[in-house]
C-alpha cells in the first residue's frame, strides 16, 4: 500500500518526476562510468603481465619501457644489443628469459620477434599462462603464432601464409614480400595486448631483414629438420643484431634487486631493468590526478542532480497540502507522510539506478570490441562490483538526505 | 454519549481574547443525527476539527466515545480518529491520483493497522481483510457507484460520485462517529438529496452518530437533532 501510494503519486507527476529521473540517470551514468572505467583499466593494465620478475630495455623513463614493452603503446627509445641479451640472459640469477624485438607488423598488427620461452613463461592476469587454442609454438624460421584477436579479425587459418610489413603503420610502403611466414599457432584470448600480436622468432624477424642472397640461402637450409634456427643461423655467421626490451624471471625473488643494480650499472651498454609492478604503481600515481579530477566532477554532477531531486519534491509541496491533509484526516501518522515523501526520492534513485546501470552496461557491451580494438583494453560489462555497488549505496544515501527538506516541511504541516 | 464537551475555548492566536469558540455544554448522544446550522465564520469547522482532535482547545475537556480525546497522545489520537470516525468534506475527500478502491483501502489500511497492532491477531486480521473487500465493494454498489468507475482515478470522476465515494471512505472502518463538513455544499438538488438519503441511512444501519454542519437550512429534514451555532457557542453571542 505505502509503495504503491508512491508510485501513484510520482506518476500523477509525470513531467517533473521523468526529468528528475533522466537528470539522475545521467548523474549516475557519469560517475558509474567513471568509476567502473577506471577500474577495469586498471586491472586490465595490471593483467597485462604478471610472473616477469625485471624487464630490461635501453636506458630510458621506466614508464616509456613499460608501455611499449607490455603495452605496444608509442616507439622503443631504442634497441641494445643481442651481446648483452645474451649475457643477461646467462647469468646465474636468471631462470629463464625472452628476447622482445618490435619494429614490424602485419596489418596494423604489431610484430614480435622473441624465442619459445615466451610461451611458457610469460604470464597475464593472476598467474595464467598462454594457452594455444589451435597449433602449437613456432620451431622454424618462417612460422608465426598469432594472438586470438588477430587471427578472428584476419580470419586466419592454421597453414596460412602471411607477409610482414616494415613498420608499424597498416600502409606501410616497405613488405617484407620474399618471405612468408607460415601460421603454425593461435592463442587463447587473454584480454591483453597479446591477443594482438604477431609472435615470431627473433631469428625470423632477423631474417627478413638480410639481404636477398642471404635469405635465400637461408631458405635452402630451413628443409634440414636436424638443424635447430640458432645452428641455421651460426652456419651462416648471423645472429640477431638487436632487440627491444627483454623480460626474465629469476631462480631467487631476493636477487632481483642486486641483478638491477648489475644490469642498471652496466658499463658495457646503457640499459636499464624496471620491475613490472613498480612501474604500474608509478603509471598509476602519474594517472592519479587525472583519476581524482574525473571523481569529483562526477560526484558535483551526481550533487546538482540531487539538489534537482530536492528542488521537485520541495516545489510539489504547496500543491500536495491537501492530499497530505487528507491523508492525516484518514489515520495517516506525521512520520508516515515523512517516509512517503522519502520513499518517493528512493524510488526515483533506484529507477535512475537501474537505468543508468542498463545504460552503462549496454553502452560497454557495444563499445566492448572497439576498446579492445583500439586500445587493447578489456572492460568487464558486469558492472556490480563492490566498489560501483558502494558508489550506487553513497547515491542512495544522499537521495535520503536530498529528500528531508521537503519531508521535513511535510512533517511539520501536519503535526 | 458519543461526544460531550465541556467548557470548551478556543482562540488561534493565545494572546488575544477573542475566542472563536466559547462552548458552556454541549453533547451528541449516541445513534444520533446531529445538524449544526452556522453561517461562514462562524466556527463550524473549527468545532468539528476540535472534535476530531485536529486542533487542541485552549481549555475545557472533549470526550468523544467515552473517551478525552484532549488529553491522547499525538499516535493515539491518529489511531482513535482512523479506527472510530469517518470525514466527509465539501470537496477534496479523496487523493484525485488514487482510484475509488484504492482511496477506500488506504482509509482502510489505517484504521485496519491500528486494530491490528492493538488487538487482533494475524488471522484475525486476514479475515477481517477479506470481509472488508466485501465491505467495499457492497458499499460502492449500494452508493450507487457503477463498477466500471471503481478503478478509475477519482480525479475522472464526478463530483458527485465523489462525495458518494467519500461517504463510502468514511464507513469503511465502521466509525462509531460520521463528521461531516458541508458535503453537500458543490452538488445540485437532486444529488444532494440522494447523498442525504445514503448518508443518514447509512447512519442508521451501522448505528454510527452523525454530526453534520451547513449553512443549509433546508437539510434540518434529515436529522433528529437541529442545533444552530450561534445558540452553543457563546462568543459568536458575545459579538452578535
Not at chain 1, 612460422?143 to 596460412?160: C, T
Not at chain 2, 489520537?77 to 479523496?94: S, T, V
Given at each position: 500500500m505505502f509503495l504503491r501510494l508512491a508510485y501513484k503519486s510520482l506518476l500523477n507527476r509525470k513531467p517533473s518526476v521523468l526529468l528528475t529521473i533522466f537528470a539522475m540517470t545521467v548523474s549516475i551514468v557519469v560517475m558509474l562510468g567513471v568509476e567502473h572505467t577506471r577500474e577495469q583499466a586498471k586491472k586490465s593494465f595490471d593483467n597485462s603481465v604478471s610472473g616477469v620478475d625485471l624487464i630490461v630495455g635501453a636506458r630510458t623513463g621506466s614508464l616509456?619501457?613499460?608501455?611499449?614493452?607490455?603495452?605496444?603503446?608509442?616507439?622503443?627509445?631504442?634497441?641494445?644489443?643481442?651481446?648483452s641479451y645474451q649475457n643477461i640472459a646467462s647469468d646465474n640469477a636468471v631462470s629463464w628469459a625472452f628476447p622482445i624485438a618490435l619494429g614490424d607488423s602485419h596489418r596494423g598488427y604489431r610484430v614480435l620477434g622473441t624465442n619459445n620461452d615466451y610461451f611458457t613463461h610469460f604470464s597475464y592476469g593472476n598467474r595464467q599462462s598462454l594457452t594455444f587454442n589451435k597449433g602449437q609454438a613456432f620451431e622454424r624460421i618462417f612460422e608465426v603464432v598469432l594472438g586470438a584477436k588477430v587471427a578472428a579479425s584476419l580470419n586466419y587459418q592454421i597453414g596460412d601464409e602471411i607477409t610482414l610489413s616494415h613498420g608499424v603503420g597498416s600502409t606501410s610502403f616497405t613488405h617484407h614480400d620474399h618471405a612468408a611466414f607460415k601460421i603454425v599457432g593461435i592463442l587463447s584470448p587473454t584480454g591483453t595486448p597479446i591477443d594482438q600480436t604477431v609472435h615470431i622468432s627473433v631469428e625470423g624477424l632477423e631474417a627478413i631483414h638480410l639481404s636477398p642472397a642471404k635469405?635465400?640461402?637461408?631458405?635452402?637450409?630451413?628443409?634440414?629438420?636436424?638443424?635447430?634456427?640458432?645452428?641455421?643461423?651460426?652456419?651462416?655467421?648471423?645472429?640477431?643484431?638487436?632487440?627491444?626490451?627483454?623480460?626474465?624471471?629469476?631462480?631467487?625473488?631476493?636477487?632481483?634487486?642486486?641483478?638491477?643494480?648489475?644490469?642498471?650499472?652496466?658499463?658495457?651498454?646503457?640499459?636499464?631493468?624496471?620491475?613490472?609492478?613498480?612501474?604500474?604503481?608509478?603509471?598509476?600515481?602519474?594517472?592519479?590526478?587525472?583519476?581524482?579530477?574525473?571523481?569529483?566532477?562526477?560526484?558535483?554532477?551526481?550533487?546538482?542532480?540531487?539538489?534537482?531531486?530536492s528542488a521537485m519534491l520541495l516545489s510539489s509541496m504547496r500543491e500536495r497540502t491537501q492530499e497530505l491533509r487528507l491523508m492525516r484526516i484518514i489515520g495517516a501518522s506525521p512520520l508516515f507522510i515523512y517516509w512517503l515523501i522519502e520513499l518517493e526520492a528512493l524510488l526515483i534513485t533506484f529507477v535512475s539506478a537501474i537505468s543508468a546501470i542498463l545504460i552503462i552496461s549496454g553502452g560497454l557491451w557495444l563499445l566492448k570490441p572497439w576498446?579492445?580494438?583500439?586500445?587493447?583494453?578489456?572492460?568487464?560489462?558486469?558492472?556490480?562490483?563492490?566498489?560501483?555497488?558502494?558508489?550506487?549505496?553513497?547515491?542512495?544515501?544522499?537521495?535520503?538526505?536530498?529528500?528531508i527538506p521537503s519531508a521535513a516541511l511535510a512533517y511539520k504541516q501536519s503535526r | 454519549m458519543s461526544v460531550v464537551l465541556e467548557d470548551v475555548k478556543f482562540a488561534y492566536s493565545k494572546s488575544s481574547n477573542s475566542n472563536i469558540l466559547d462552548i458552556n455544554h454541549w453533547s451528541v448522544d449516541e445513534k444520533e443525527k446531529c445538524f449544526v446550522y452556522g453561517v461562514s465564520g462562524a466556527g463550524k469547522t473549527t468545532l468539528l476539527n476540535i472534535i476530531g482532535g485536529l486542533i487542541k482547545p485552549n481549555t475545557g475537556s472533549v470526550t468523544v466515545l467515552n473517551e478525552r480525546i484532549d488529553q491522547m497522545s499525538n499516535s493515539a489520537r491518529d489511531k482513535f480518529r482512523a479506527h472510530n470516525m469517518g470525514y466527509i468534506f465539501q470537496q477534496f475527500n479523496l487523493i484525485h491520483y488514487l482510484s475509488a478502491i484504492e482511496n477506500i483501502e488506504l482509509a482502510h489500511h489505517f484504521g485496519r493497522a491500528n486494530i491490528g497492532r492493538s488487538k487482533l491477531s494475524n488471522n484475525n486480521t486476514s479475515r477481517h481483510n477479506k470481509s472488508s473487500t466485501a465491505d467495499m465493494c457492497e458499499l460502492l454498489e449500494r452508493?450507487?457507484?457503477?463498477?466500471?468507475?471503481?478503478?478509475?482515478?477519482?480525479?475522472?470522476?464526478?463530483?458527485?460520485?465523489?462525495?458518494?465515494?467519500?461517504?463510502?471512505?468514511?464507513?469503511?472502518?465502521?466509525?462509531?462517529?460520521?463528521?461531516?463538513?458541508?458535503?453537500?455544499?458543490?452538488?445540485?438538488?437532486?444529488?444532494?438529496?440522494?447523498?442525504?438519503?445514503?448518508?443518514?441511512?447509512?447512519?442508521?444501519?451501522?448505528?454510527?452518530?452523525?454530526?453534520?454542519?451547513?449553512?443549509?437550512?433546508?437539510?434540518?429534514?434529515?436529522?433528529?437533532?437541529?442545533q444552530s451555532l450561534t445558540d452553543i457557542n457563546r462568543a459568536s453571542k458575545g459579538k452578535v
Amino acid at each position: 500500500m505505502f509503495l504503491r501510494l508512491a508510485y501513484k503519486s510520482l506518476l500523477n507527476r509525470k513531467p517533473s518526476v521523468l526529468l528528475t529521473i533522466f537528470a539522475m540517470t545521467v548523474s549516475i551514468v557519469v560517475m558509474l562510468g567513471v568509476e567502473h572505467t577506471r577500474e577495469q583499466a586498471k586491472k586490465s593494465f595490471d593483467n597485462s603481465v604478471s610472473g616477469v620478475d625485471l624487464i630490461v630495455g635501453a636506458r630510458t623513463g621506466s614508464l616509456n619501457l613499460l608501455l611499449y614493452s607490455v603495452f605496444r603503446l608509442g616507439n622503443p627509445t631504442d634497441n641494445f644489443s643481442w651481446r648483452s641479451y645474451q649475457n643477461i640472459a646467462s647469468d646465474n640469477a636468471v631462470s629463464w628469459a625472452f628476447p622482445i624485438a618490435l619494429g614490424d607488423s602485419h596489418r596494423g598488427y604489431r610484430v614480435l620477434g622473441t624465442n619459445n620461452d615466451y610461451f611458457t613463461h610469460f604470464s597475464y592476469g593472476n598467474r595464467q599462462s598462454l594457452t594455444f587454442n589451435k597449433g602449437q609454438a613456432f620451431e622454424r624460421i618462417f612460422e608465426v603464432v598469432l594472438g586470438a584477436k588477430v587471427a578472428a579479425s584476419l580470419n586466419y587459418q592454421i597453414g596460412d601464409e602471411i607477409t610482414l610489413s616494415h613498420g608499424v603503420g597498416s600502409t606501410s610502403f616497405t613488405h617484407h614480400d620474399h618471405a612468408a611466414f607460415k601460421i603454425v599457432g593461435i592463442l587463447s584470448p587473454t584480454g591483453t595486448p597479446i591477443d594482438q600480436t604477431v609472435h615470431i622468432s627473433v631469428e625470423g624477424l632477423e631474417a627478413i631483414h638480410l639481404s636477398p642472397a642471404k635469405l635465400n640461402a637461408i631458405k635452402g637450409k630451413l628443409a634440414d629438420v636436424s638443424l635447430s634456427n640458432t645452428e641455421i643461423f651460426q652456419q651462416y655467421g648471423v645472429s640477431p643484431s638487436a632487440i627491444t626490451a627483454m623480460m626474465l624471471g629469476l631462480k631467487s625473488k631476493v636477487r632481483v634487486f642486486s641483478l638491477q643494480r648489475k644490469i642498471n650499472t652496466n658499463k658495457r651498454e646503457p640499459l636499464m631493468a624496471i620491475l613490472p609492478g613498480v612501474a604500474l604503481s608509478e603509471l598509476w600515481q602519474t594517472m592519479s590526478v587525472v583519476e581524482s579530477t574525473l571523481a569529483v566532477i562526477s560526484v558535483l554532477v551526481v550533487i546538482s542532480a540531487l539538489l534537482g531531486l530536492s528542488a521537485m519534491l520541495l516545489s510539489s509541496m504547496r500543491e500536495r497540502t491537501q492530499e497530505l491533509r487528507l491523508m492525516r484526516i484518514i489515520g495517516a501518522s506525521p512520520l508516515f507522510i515523512y517516509w512517503l515523501i522519502e520513499l518517493e526520492a528512493l524510488l526515483i534513485t533506484f529507477v535512475s539506478a537501474i537505468s543508468a546501470i542498463l545504460i552503462i552496461s549496454g553502452g560497454l557491451w557495444l563499445l566492448k570490441p572497439w576498446l579492445l580494438n583500439e586500445y587493447g583494453l578489456t572492460i568487464d560489462a558486469n558492472l556490480l562490483s563492490i566498489s560501483n555497488i558502494e558508489v550506487i549505496g553513497i547515491v542512495f544515501v544522499c537521495a535520503l538526505i536530498a529528500a528531508i527538506p521537503s519531508a521535513a516541511l511535510a512533517y511539520k504541516q501536519s503535526r | 454519549m458519543s461526544v460531550v464537551l465541556e467548557d470548551v475555548k478556543f482562540a488561534y492566536s493565545k494572546s488575544s481574547n477573542s475566542n472563536i469558540l466559547d462552548i458552556n455544554h454541549w453533547s451528541v448522544d449516541e445513534k444520533e443525527k446531529c445538524f449544526v446550522y452556522g453561517v461562514s465564520g462562524a466556527g463550524k469547522t473549527t468545532l468539528l476539527n476540535i472534535i476530531g482532535g485536529l486542533i487542541k482547545p485552549n481549555t475545557g475537556s472533549v470526550t468523544v466515545l467515552n473517551e478525552r480525546i484532549d488529553q491522547m497522545s499525538n499516535s493515539a489520537r491518529d489511531k482513535f480518529r482512523a479506527h472510530n470516525m469517518g470525514y466527509i468534506f465539501q470537496q477534496f475527500n479523496l487523493i484525485h491520483y488514487l482510484s475509488a478502491i484504492e482511496n477506500i483501502e488506504l482509509a482502510h489500511h489505517f484504521g485496519r493497522a491500528n486494530i491490528g497492532r492493538s488487538k487482533l491477531s494475524n488471522n484475525n486480521t486476514s479475515r477481517h481483510n477479506k470481509s472488508s473487500t466485501a465491505d467495499m465493494c457492497e458499499l460502492l454498489e449500494r452508493l450507487g457507484i457503477q463498477e466500471k468507475d471503481w478503478q478509475k482515478p477519482a480525479s475522472q470522476l464526478s463530483v458527485g460520485q465523489q462525495q458518494r465515494v467519500g461517504i463510502a471512505r468514511a464507513f469503511i472502518n465502521k466509525p462509531k462517529l460520521i463528521i461531516a463538513d458541508e458535503p453537500t455544499s458543490a452538488l445540485d438538488q437532486t444529488s444532494v438529496n440522494s447523498f442525504m438519503t445514503q448518508l443518514t441511512e447509512l447512519c442508521d444501519e451501522t448505528g454510527a452518530s452523525l454530526i453534520f454542519v451547513s449553512h443549509d437550512n433546508q437539510l434540518q429534514s434529515y436529522f433528529n437533532n437541529v442545533q444552530s451555532l450561534t445558540d452553543i457557542n457563546r462568543a459568536s453571542k458575545g459579538k452578535v
